[in-house]
């Protein structure tokens, strides 16, 4: 269903004319090809603001009109539209950060509502700089690990620095084409690496020294639903490319990282400053081949890593599967030097953070498309390595602690996790719970007992017969484990099985011991 928005003519105000404009170049720009559904909410919530009929827009008519739901839809048990709300705001504010910041129109969709905003520039500048935005309201303070009221988000920054990165890469490609240089990646003067590594480190992520690279034949960067800058494939010689943009993969809220890669025999030489790394390597097999038929050999900095089959530990094709190494150091060169050998070889993506422990950087992350940080200055990024489940977006229903925003998204039903860590190490695993549905303060039926569930890490039993209810602390829950040892393969694998209703998890935290 297509929404007919009226384009407004000469009689309408210069302002009308002016938003209606921007309302299409926002639809045209192809930041909501591949979400039918934020496109559907767009399209209908400004037909209602156009039409001068804002006062229609209620939960209900924008689910069964916009988003094909029945007539019986129940929003107290479906949050669609809450859900698609809070993505679509993410989507215009991430859009308004980076191609359309110049924009002297800009599109909001305020928290907790749906009517559209169109500020002028000079509105959101003022804005950016409010003291007062975005402080939350005193709570009586539970003592979480991990907690505190998040940082602004920088993403006009960001969208500098990555264009300060691009600039740079613009600048070696003029010189590149002019002399007709075909030096591989290995033998870049020092300071091109030099410069290399501090721009395109900054622009990757706010993270000193971090790199986020995306293979494959694409020339642009990407910007993830965390806003993090996955810079184009510069770094990586021979082999081939691969592009299989119409497979759906499971494990991630950025498709578009996996859905193309590099494969083959091929060699990446990564200029970085000097210190100690994590490298995380990401894969989903868009191939379809059998089990074992793309084996992954790699040497990193000329030490061989074990062999991968990215099928058999993903656990099937179009899944997203991480290897992560940590004390990864450049070598003399200032390069870390990736080496894959095996005709089978492929891979998507690869993420590079500073890790001065042997077990890597400590990995947190929430059960949503969303980016949150706490009071301790931790960043904690959306989730990913899942399979199965489905989301629930409650922000209008946290327990009353210290950092609720961890508890704003939920994962729920049968589902499970792999979490790439050191296959050697051990790790502290914290599960982050609250009960958003049932119980009297939920307004929900039901009380303790009406949510049991199990919790498994490589197949040894974490939690039996958990209910949040019955053993809820101020309205949420965290859970802590001390050393969790992963499988040989190096991962952590959290299952969890219901009992009674479906199990959920709000957020997860894992750091190395």
Same mark, same amino acid.
């Given at each position: 269903?297509?929404?007919? +928005?009226?384009?407004?003519?000469?009689?309408? =105000?210069?302002?009308?004319?002016?938003?209606?404009?921007?309302?299409? &170049? #926002?639809?045209?720009?192809?930041?909501?090809?591949?979400?039918?559904?934020? !496109?559907?909410?767009?399209?209908?919530?400004?037909?209602?603001?156009? $039409?001068?009929? =804002?006062?229609?827009?209620?939960?209900?008519?924008?689910?069964?009109?916009?988003?094909?739901?029945?007539?019986?839809?129940?929003?107290? $048990?479906?949050?669609?539209? !809450?859900? &698609? /709300?809070?993505?679509?705001?993410?989507?215009?504010?991430?859009?308004?950060?980076?191609?359309?910041?110049?924009?002297?129109?800009?599109?909001?969709?305020?928290?907790?509502?749906?009517?559209?905003?169109?500020?002028?520039?000079?509105?959101? $500048?003022?804005?950016? #700089?409010?003291?007062?935005?975005?402080?939350?309201?005193?709570?009586?303070?539970?003592?979480?690990?991990?907690?505190?009221?998040?940082?602004?988000?920088?993403?006009?920054?960001?969208?500098?620095?990555?264009?300060?990165?691009?600039?740079?890469?613009?600048?070696?490609?003029?010189?590149?084409?002019?002399?007709?240089?075909?030096?591989?990646?290995? =033998?870049?003067?020092?300071?091109?690496?030099?410069?290399?590594?501090?721009?395109?480190?900054? /622009?990757?992520?706010?993270?000193?020294?971090?790199?986020?690279?995306?293979?494959?034949?694409? $020339?642009?960067?990407?910007?993830?639903?965390?806003?993090?800058?996955?810079?184009?494939?510069?770094? *990586?010689?021979?082999?081939?490319?691969?592009?299989?943009?119409?497979?759906? +993969?499971?494990?991630?809220?950025?498709?578009?990282?996996?859905?193309?890669?590099?494969?083959?025999?091929?060699? *990446?030489?990564?200029?970085?400053?000097?210190?100690?790394?994590?490298?995380?390597?990401?894969?989903?097999? &868009?191939?379809?081949?059998?089990? /074992?038929?793309?084996?992954?050999?790699?040497?990193?900095?000329?030490?061989?890593?074990?062999?991968?089959?990215?099928?058999?530990?993903?656990?099937?094709?179009? +899944?997203?599967?991480?290897?992560?190494?940590?004390?990864?150091?450049? &070598?003399?060169?200032?390069?870390?030097?990736?080496?894959?050998?095996?005709?089978?070889?492929?891979?998507?993506?690869?993420?590079?953070?500073?890790?001065?422990?042997?077990?890597?950087?400590?990995? !947190?992350?929430?059960?949503?498309?969303?980016?949150?940080?706490?009071?301790?200055?931790?960043?904690?990024?959306?989730?990913?390595?899942?399979?199965?489940?489905?989301?629930?977006?409650?922000?209008?229903?946290?327990?009353?602690?210290?950092? /609720?925003?961890?508890?704003?998204?939920?994962?729920?039903?049968?589902?499970?996790?792999?979490?790439?860590?050191?296959?050697? !190490?051990?790790?502290?695993?914290?599960?982050?719970?609250?009960?958003?549905?049932?119980?009297?303060?939920?307004?929900?039926?039901?009380?303790?007992?009406?949510?049991?569930?199990?919790?498994? *890490?490589?197949?040894?039993?974490?939690?039996?017969?958990?209910?949040?209810?019955?053993?809820?602390?101020?309205?949420?829950?965290?859970?802590?484990?001390?050393?969790?040892?992963?499988?040989?393969?190096?991962?952590?694998?959290?299952?969890?099985?219901?009992?009674?209703?479906?199990?959920?998890?709000?957020?997860?935290?894992?750091?190395?011991?």
């Amino acid at each position: 269903m297509s929404f007919s +928005i009226p384009q407004l003519g000469p009689e309408s =105000s210069t302002r009308q004319n002016e938003e209606w404009q921007e309302l299409q &170049t #926002v639809l045209q720009s192809g930041i909501l090809d591949k979400a039918p559904n934020l !496109r559907r909410f767009l399209e209908y919530v400004a037909q209602q603001y156009f $039409s001068g009929h =804002s006062e229609q827009l209620k939960e209900y008519s924008i689910a069964v009109q916009a988003l094909h739901r029945l007539e019986q839809f129940d929003p107290q $048990s479906d949050t669609i539209v !809450r859900v &698609t /709300a809070h993505t679509l705001r993410k989507k215009l504010e991430q859009y308004y950060a980076t191609e359309g910041a110049d924009h002297l129109i800009q599109i909001r969709l305020p928290a907790g509502k749906y009517v559209l905003q169109f500020e002028r520039k000079e509105q959101v $500048s003022a804005a950016a #700089v409010d003291p007062a935005e975005s402080l939350p309201p005193e709570q009586p303070v539970l003592p979480l690990p991990g907690a505190s009221s998040p940082p602004r988000k920088a993403w006009v920054h960001v969208a500098v620095l990555g264009a300060s990165a691009l600039l740079l890469l613009g600048s070696y490609f003029v010189r590149y084409r002019r002399t007709g240089s075909t030096e591989k990646p290995d =033998s870049l003067s020092p300071a091109t690496k030099s410069a290399f590594a501090a721009g395109f480190a900054e /622009a990757g992520t706010a993270n000193d020294r971090a790199m986020h690279i995306r293979l494959g034949a694409a $020339s642009h960067a990407y910007t993830d639903v965390a806003g993090q800058i996955w810079l184009a494939d510069h770094y *990586c010689a021979g082999g081939s490319t691969f592009s299989h943009p119409n497979h759906v +993969i499971q494990g991630t809220d950025d498709p578009v990282l996996f859905q193309e890669g590099r494969e083959g025999k091929f060699q *990446c030489r990564i200029p970085l400053p000097p210190g100690s790394y994590e490298l995380l390597l990401l894969f989903a097999d &868009t191939s379809g081949d059998k089990e /074992a038929a793309r084996q992954v050999d790699l040497s990193i900095n000329n030490t061989v890593t074990a062999a991968l089959d990215v099928v058999d530990e993903a656990g099937g094709d179009n +899944i997203v599967v991480g290897k992560v190494y940590a004390g990864i150091y450049p &070598t003399s060169d200032g390069t870390i030097h990736l080496d894959f050998t095996s005709d089978g070889s492929f891979l998507n993506a690869a993420e590079i953070v500073p890790a001065e422990s042997a077990g890597g950087a400590p990995m !947190r992350m929430i059960a949503g498309p969303a980016v949150f940080h706490d009071e301790q200055g931790n960043t904690w990024l959306p989730e990913r390595f899942f399979q199965g489940g489905r989301r629930t977006f409650h922000p209008d229903n946290l327990p009353k602690v210290a950092n /609720a925003r961890l508890f704003e998204w939920e994962r729920y039903g049968h589902f499970h996790y792999r979490i790439p860590v050191v296959a050697d !190490r051990n790790y502290r695993l914290r599960l982050y719970f609250s009960e958003g549905w049932f119980g009297v303060s939920n307004g929900g039926p039901g009380g303790p007992g009406s949510r049991v569930f199990d919790v498994y *890490c490589n197949g040894t039993t974490l939690l039996k017969d958990f209910d949040i209810l019955g053993s809820q602390n101020g309205g949420a829950e965290v859970i802590a484990f001390d050393r969790v040892k992963p499988t040989a393969h190096g991962m952590l694998e959290l299952d969890f099985t219901p009992v009674k209703n479906y199990p959920l998890i709000d957020a997860i935290e894992i750091e190395p011991e």
